[in-house]
């Protein structure tokens, strides 16, 4: 199971990007699937997290009404998506995304699978 994330870049105060996680459809097949993030000198923290099916969607605080995540399914494959609006400098960390079979979907020790990370640099 490999996830790969992209979509990542220096963007200014306000602007908007949107992220994409790209995994195999077995990575969807049973899992809940969220973002996290890590700014530098600070500890991984929760972003957004999906149901498997779509239906249920959890965000933090600080990103509710800013940011919003979906899932779409095809013949190519399975992906997630984070977009990203309004986005300040706060924002700026190395995105995760991951997937996970149970658990809490805000804690990233329920997470067994990981991508890579792409970075988000939000200038003021």
């Known amino acids: 199971v490999q996830l790969q994330a992209s979509g990542g870049g220096l963007v200014q105060a306000g602007d908007s990007l949107r992220l994409t996680c790209a995994a195999s459809?077995?990575?969807?097949?049973?899992?809940?699937m969220g973002w996290f993030r890590q700014a530098p000198g600070k500890e991984r923290e929760f972003v957004a997290a999906?149901?498997?099916?779509?239906?249920?969607?959890?965000?933090a605080d600080s990103v509710r009404g800013r940011f919003t995540i979906t899932i779409s399914r095809d013949r190519t494959g399975n992906k997630a998506y984070l977009q990203m609006n309004n986005l300040k400098p706060e924002d700026t960390a190395v995105y995760y995304c991951?997937?996970?079979?149970?658990?809490?979907?805000?804690?990233?020790?329920?997470?067994?699978?990981w991508g890579q990370g792409t970075q988000v640099t939000v200038s003021s």
């Open positions: 991951a997937t996970q079979e149970s658990g809490n979907a805000q804690e990233a020790a329920a997470y067994d699978n």
């Open positions: 999906i149901s498997w099916s779509g239906s249920t969607t959890v965000y």
């Open positions: 459809t077995r990575a969807f097949s049973s899992a809940a």
